[in-house]
């Protein structure tokens, strides 16, 4: 199914919540609508499921305005945040209750039970169909969700940050899967989420939302590399943000017509250098070095006026410089990787 946004308002009180929203997804689409809290991504999946309405534009599906379909009408799936399990049921009757429950096109027993059957072995659980939502893991609970969605044949299929409630090793194991699952039925679908991994990892295109508005739209990579706002940038993976003065500007490719201005470049494209005779290069005290997993994060505070600069330095490159809390340390942004803004553009805080 094809979904085609047409300039989308909703308000709660004076609240905007989604100002002129267009957006189209492609049939078999898989899109993350990403962004901070607060952006408007629920309420824009919510407005597409038909659980709220806007105050103004159109919702097309297939070309039909959804306007005057009900929720069942649309036949969309939709899976929460929460799972939204019914407790007393079993895992086979929670994936079959949307079947039981359709109006003027009910199945026979035996169809129903060959659909939930189809649908527990693309889940994986097969031999977990007599057990009950408490008896399953959070990750389990999810599978079963998702399959109570699939079980009424949706033409597209919402879902409402589907892994925010599980730790993070289950998250990665579960985006994983829903994205062979989704390579294998190819339903339309689109997904919220906040976290920025997890929408470059799953999705075809993502659409990031702020302030109740479309910032971009684009490729997994493309939304990395050619960030469309310094929003953009910080918000998918952090940023450092150095001056473009004179001859530092030039010394970092900065286009001509940007005489001055701001260089954004994410952490781990951030040099470190113990003397200060590096073209555009910046001196900065080390405020703090914490060691991550492969990596090791190193915050400084440039000595002149600006924000502090977080770079990620290589375990073999932290040994061979070895920084400690308090030294004089000079960084610059690695060759060909910053991205520069005017002076007066959004700063992009998230």
């Not at 408007?40 to 659980?51: D, V």
């Not at 649908?119 to 079963?144: F, W």
């Not at 970092?252 to 005489?259: D, T, V």
């Not at 001196?283 to 060691?291: D, K, N, R, S």
């Amino acid at each position: 199914m094809k979904i085609e946004v047409r300039g989308i308002t909703k308000r709660f009180g004076r609240f905007v919540a989604l100002d002129n929203v267009t957006l189209e997804v492609a049939s078999g689409e898989l899109v993350a609508l990403l962004g901070p809290s607060g952006c408007g991504k629920t309420t824009l999946l919510r407005i597409l499921s038909g659980l709220e309405f806007a105050d103004a534009g159109s919702i097309l599906l297939d070309g039909v305005d959804a306007a005057g379909e009900t929720v069942g009408g649309r036949r969309v799936g939709f899976v929460f945040q929460h799972y939204a399990l019914f407790r007393h049921m079993t895992v086979f009757e929670n994936i079959a209750f949307g079947l039981r429950a359709r109006r003027g096109h009910r199945l026979a027993r035996m169809e129903i039970a060959g659909r939930v059957n189809r649908l527990l072995g693309l889940i994986k659980m097969e031999n977990l169909a007599d057990r009950y939502p408490a008896q399953l893991s959070g990750g389990q609970r999810q599978r079963v969700a998702l399959a109570r969605a699939l079980a009424v044949e949706p033409r597209a299929l919402l879902l409402d940050e589907p892994f925010g409630a599980l730790d993070a090793n289950v998250r990665k194991e579960l985006r994983r899967w829903l994205r062979r699952l989704h390579d294998e039925l190819h339903v339309t679908s689109v997904f919220v989420t906040h976290d920025v991994e997890e929408a470059l990892e799953v999705a075809d295109r993502i659409v990031v939302m702020r302030g109740g508005r479309v910032e971009q739209v684009g490729r997994p990579d493309e939304v990395y590399e050619q960030p469309a706002s310094p929003f953009v940038f910080r918000f998918l993976g952090g940023a450092a943000v150095f001056p473009m003065r004179g001859p530092a500007g030039e010394a970092m490719e900065q286009p001509p017509s940007q005489k001055a201005g701001w260089a954004l470049v994410r952490p781990h494209d951030v040099e470190l250098f113990r003397t200060g005779d590096v073209a555009g290069a910046v001196e900065a005290l080390v405020e703090c070095v914490q060691p991550i997993g492969a990596i090791v994060r190193i915050v400084l505070r440039p000595t002149a006026s600006g924000e502090a600069i977080e770079a990620e330095l290589s375990r073999p490159r932290f040994r061979e410089l070895g920084p400690r809390q308090g030294e004089r340390l000079f960084a610059r942004p690695a060759d060909g990787r910053a991205m520069t803004w005017p002076v007066g553009a959004r700063s992009g805080a998230v």
